[in-house]
């Protein structure tokens, strides 16, 4: 546990600041994300960043504490985040079939969706008697993956283009400044 350990700690500092942040990017333009003129979509990239820097922040602070399990804490984290997702997909669905939103908005959500579903596998992996390093580890990469996740979500919220390898490799010069 000992590199595990240093991993929760670095993790935890990362995801107080990001979750810091994230306020102080809401703020900025409450009622583009809390408003009465709020839209579903920005709404809930909110609460996928939120969901992800929280699934990182919480693993990694209570697997700092002695005797909890990191097994428990992924577990219990990883069922909640599940719940989000189907929440979100549930609101975001029937958005994307009228076409009031673009099915690509959809796609974080799977993307959470699958962290969690492999959070939840690995940590009842850990939970079994005899301990397991690939569990762990694969609980600490999809720490970071959250991390990911959740930056990329928070760039869409504050109006930042989507980034993605089709759109790097569409139009290099338009990124650079410059006119075709």
């Known amino acids: 546990m000992g590199s595990a350990q240093e991993f929760f700690v670095a993790s935890a ?6 979750i810091g942040l994230l306020f102080v990017a809401i703020s900025v333009a409450p009622e583009r994300v809390l408003g ?11 609460a996928a960043t939120l969901t992800a820097f929280t699934n990182a922040l919480t693993v990694s602070l209570f697997s700092l504490i002695p005797g909890v399990g990191t097994g428990n804490v992924a577990t219990a984290v990883a069922v909640v985040g ?22 690509s ?3 974080p959500m799977f993307g959470l969706l699958a962290v969690f579903v492999l959070q ?4 009842i992996r850990l939970d079994i008697k005899e301990p397991n390093p690939d569990a762990l580890q694969t609980v600490c990469i999809l720490v970071a993956v959250c991390f990911l996740i959740g930056i990329a979500r928070a760039w869409e919220l504050v109006g930042g283009p989507r980034v993605n390898l089709l759109n790097v490799l569409r139009n290099p010069r338009e990124r650079a400044g410059d006119e075709p």
Do not use: K, T
């Not at 929440?87 to 673009?102: F, K, T």
């Not at 939840?120 to 940590?123: D, E, F, G, R």
């Open 82 to 103: 599940l719940l989000f997702v189907a929440g979100a997909l549930g609101r975001l669905v029937p958005l994307a079939r009228a076409r009031e939103i673009r099915r």
């Open 105 to 107: 908005e959809l796609i």
């Open 13 to 18: 500092g990362v995801a107080g600041a990001l």
């Open 120 to 123: 939840l596998q690995a940590a």
């Open 36 to 46: 009465p003129e709020a839209e579903d979509v920005h709404a809930v990239r909110a």
